[in-house]
């Protein structure tokens, strides 16, 4: 029951209105018995500064943030964890003494996934696709859990440079190998785990994926998409065909969103509640 004493936690981003975090935070909060509700708030444009400091005194516990903001409401942190620092990106406020510390639970959310199915990445050669924020995220996540090699397959050179070159630099090692996604067949001949990190194949684009050559899924022997919207992507639809292991980014969502909660409330949650909300999940994308 709302009362008195309830706390608030929320998502700024714009838009925010078809987010699913609000039955992972809320769903959370009642199988853990706290007294929190957590509502999306909606931010113009030019106004994040202003909302960080509107919800810190509001006394509002923590927040999420999502497009556009992530890399924008840095400045109005009064500290940011070192991997989020190192990306570039926040996506996650903790209230502290004087304004809120950033983090990014999505490159944690990400590994939890991954552990979660039983998939390594230490150790692994990797194939990205992508090098937007979701791919750039993944490519960091490989250089802190010590991937042995990642090659990151994007559709424009110049960004899958930057991304490779960033990630060297924070690592201090020549872990990413930029290459043009039409360059797929000079990848060597062995298996890999593939991350899906480009925005093709998103509903309503179900029947699209990034690569559709049969010759490259055959060197797949798991294929992760951080896709979770269809819930089958034409990409693990091709990694199935191939004879690989495919997974979708529903987890990374849940294990973001679990990754916030405990970071807010200061509590570790139980494998047997997260497979709860991630039942609610399914449910609330009519699954
Ligand atoms: P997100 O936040 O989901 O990562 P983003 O930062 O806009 O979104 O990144 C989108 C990614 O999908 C990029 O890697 C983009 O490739 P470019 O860097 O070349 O733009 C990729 N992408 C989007 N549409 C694509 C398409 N039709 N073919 C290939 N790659 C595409």
């Not at 309830?6 to 959370?28: A, F, Q, Y």
């Not at 872990?175 to 797929?184: A, G, I, T, Y």
Request: overall charge negative; hydrophobic content about 40%; charged content about 20%.
């Amino acid at each position: 029951m709302i009362n008195g004493k309830t706390r608030t936690c929320g998502l700024i981003g714009n838009p925010v209105e078809h987010t699913l975090s609000p039955v992972i935070h809320n769903t959370l909060a009642e199988e853990c018995g706290h007294n929190l509700v957590y509502v999306p708030f909606p931010v113009e444009a030019g106004r994040v500064a202003e909302a960080v400091r509107g919800a810190y005194a509001l006394d509002i516990l923590g927040l999420n943030v999502t497009v556009p903001y992530k890399s924008e409401v840095m400045d109005a942190l009064v500290e940011t964890d070192e991997l989020a620092a190192r990306i570039g990106a926040v996506n996650t406020l903790v209230r502290t003494q004087g304004g809120y510390k950033g983090y990014n639970t999505d490159v944690n959310g990400l590994y939890r996934a991954m552990l979660s199915e039983g998939i390594r990445l230490e150790g692994e050669e990797i194939i990205l696709l992508g090098a937007g924020g979701a791919a750039r995220s993944a490519a960091f996540l490989c250089g802190a859990k010590n991937a042995s090699g990642v090659y990151l397959l994007n559709r424009s050179m110049d960004k899958a440079v930057q991304v490779a070159d960033e990630v060297n630099g924070a690592f201090g090692r020549k872990l990413v190998h930029p290459m043009l996604l039409s360059d797929h067949p000079k990848l060597p001949d062995q298996k890999f785990l593939a991350i899906q990190g480009t925005s093709v194949g998103l509903s309503p684009h179900d029947e699209d994926a990034v690569i559709e050559d049969a010759a490259f899924y055959k060197k797949i022997h798991t294929g992760f998409d951080l896709i979770y919207k269809p819930f089958t992507t034409r990409f693990m639809k091709l990694v199935a065909e191939a004879g690989g292991k495919a997974y979708n980014g529903l987890k990374m969502l849940l294990y973001q969103g679990i990754d916030a909660y405990e970071l807010w409330n200061q509590v570790k949650i139980t494998e047997e509640r997260a497979a709860l909300v991630y039942d609610k999940l399914r449910r609330a994308m009519g699954l």
